[in-house]
């Protein structure tokens, strides 16, 4: 008896819930991303021939360049508690909405009596062009530096019960004494291990 011959039929898949599932992951990925924000300085970082990543939370960055300092430290929580602790050592007032708006910004180079109007600033753009950001004073008699490292040390202690780590971001061209006098500010406050941002040579590990 011959074999009974059972007709070949094309298969079909809905991919419309797929597709939905696709588009919904796209549109969360895109409103959660943050915008990577410009550096504040046009420098131009020296080689290195080791790879190390550096750690984005509980860091505080100090980007140096043109004889300017800029500082940055990771956290809205960190950095909200840092300014308060500014605001009593310099006796100036920040509202809540200003300290929400210190809270995301990223590296800055403004002394503490500019900093009221430059969180005020609409933008980044306007922050940038305002010429507010002369550098965040470093001379002996204002070392206002000092104070942003201390005051975000104790910050990260009290909120994260860890040691704040230090990395420098300089310009490759920068002038040895402006380094060295960043340098002898850590080692004031007895830190003596930070870490070199740079760009990564051939070879690198």
Wanted: glycine share 4%.
């Amino acid at each position: 008896m011959p074999r009974a011959k059972v007709k070949r039929k094309s298969t079909s898949i809905d991919m419309t819930a797929m597709c939905d599932v696709a588009f919904l992951l796209l549109t969360f990925f895109i409103l959660t991303a943050t915008a990577r924000q410009p550096d504040p300085l046009d420098i131009k970082l020296p080689s290195s021939s080791y790879k190390i990543p550096v750690p984005d939370v509980d860091i505080a960055k100090l980007t140096i360049g043109h004889g300017k300092v800029f500082y940055e430290v990771a956290g809205k929580d960190v950095k909200m508690a840092t300014l308060d602790k500014m605001a009593e050592q310099y006796k100036v007032n920040f509202t809540p909405q200003e300290k929400e708006r210190f809270g995301v910004i990223q590296s800055f180079g403004v002394p503490m009596q500019s900093l009221k109007a430059f969180i005020n600033l609409p933008d980044e753009a306007a922050r940038t062009k305002s010429g507010l950001q002369i550098g965040i004073p470093t001379d002996s008699l204002d070392n206002q530096l000092s104070a942003w490292l201390l005051n975000s040390r104790k910050a990260v202690a009290e909120l994260h019960s860890t040691q704040m780590r230090v990395s420098i971001k300089g310009d490759a061209k920068e002038e040895y004494p402006v380094v060295k006098k960043i340098v002898d500010i850590l080692q004031k406050q007895k830190i003596n291990k930070f870490s070199l941002i740079t760009t990564a040579a051939g070879g690198a590990k």
